[in-house]
């Protein structure tokens, strides 16, 4: 997994790259399902590794597929990143050790979710009850937030071509003729 | 040193994917590049998320009989919204790169500077 991530920072082909991010994608989905999230696993390997890639795609078809050339190591980032991985690093030493059943997150609602939702809600998958009702506000969010996105694609992309359709003149068009 | 902090792997290894990600976005000029950058680091706080709610023993968060462990099934609920609201807002920003494309020409962050500052300095000589 982080030698896709490392090979996608060296690559200049946009498609390899790309490329690479969907498999990178389904990396995590494997890692989701040994970690008990089967769920999530299907979400990123559908949404994640199938939609994203073919998004990605489509802008690569209308865009450039080449990176222009630039310099190999810019040391600026590079100081900043490690320096943010390392107080990041420093922030986990207290943290629950992995698979600890005493941690904090596993002491709230999840237990009540667990013990209850089979006969609360009624779905034997509590991934689903949660989702759908305990937590189902979320989920509004989500769809509120995809609508929106919606709308912002379209606003963004389609707005040249009614510009050509109303005034086919103007020699505001042409700014973009470029591509 | 590495048996006292074993437990800790799971987080450093999210860790290290992010900050690959992070010098992705930061470093690089190419705008499609650091969409993708942007996706590394997300896939990473997804999986230092859904390590969290790992439990020792435990199954899947499928109810079934004869199970006693289940891990903690409300870090994956919150991921799956995550990982939808994380696709619409790829699209987006995929968007105002065609769009970007379609107005300059190209998609490097530095020739789009360029061109803007080339801009600028016409208004400025014109006046």
Do not use: C
């Amino acid at each position: 997994m982080a030698g896709t991530a490392i090979s996608m920072l060296w690559l200049r082909d946009l498609f390899a790259v790309v490329m690479l991010s969907g498999i990178y994608s389904l990396f995590a989905a494997v890692l989701y399902v040994v970690m008990d999230a089967v769920d999530v696993a299907f979400t990123e390997a559908a949404v994640g590794a199938g939609i994203s890639t073919v998004l990605m795609l489509g802008t690569l078809a209308l865009t450039k597929s080449k990176e222009r050339a630039h310099k190999k190591i810019s040391y600026g980032p590079l100081v900043l990143v490690l320096l943010t991985g390392g107080v990041l690093i420093y922030g986990t030493l207290d943290m629950p050790r992995y698979g600890d059943a005493n941690a904090p997150i596993h002491s709230h609602v999840a237990n009540r979710y667990i013990e209850k939702s089979g006969s609360e809600v009624g779905p034997p998958n509590i991934v689903t009850s949660v989702l759908a009702s305990y937590r189902g506000y979320d989920t509004l969010g989500e769809t509120a937030v995809v609508f929106t996105a919606a709308i912002g694609v379209l606003v963004i992309i389609g707005r040249r071509r009614k510009n050509k359709k109303d005034t086919p003149q103007a020699p505001k068009t042409k700014e973009g003729s470029t591509s | 040193m590495f048996e006292i902090h074993a437990g800790l792997f799971n987080y450093w290894a999210a860790i290290a994917l992010m900050m690959v990600g992070f010098y992705i976005v930061i470093a690089q000029g190419n705008l499609i590049k650091k969409i993708v950058g942007l996706n590394i680091f997300q896939v990473a706080v997804f999986v230092f998320y859904i390590s969290m709610g790992k439990i020792d023993g435990g199954t899947a968060p499928i109810l079934g009989e004869g199970i006693k462990v289940y891990s903690n099934p409300l870090p994956h609920v919150l991921i799956l919204t995550a990982i939808v609201v994380g696709v619409a807002t790829t699209a987006l920003a995929l968007a105002l790169v065609v769009r970007i494309n379609r107005s300059y020409g190209t998609i490097e962050e530095r020739e789009i500077i360029e061109i803007n500052h080339a801009a600028d300095h016409d208004e400025d000589t014109r006046l």
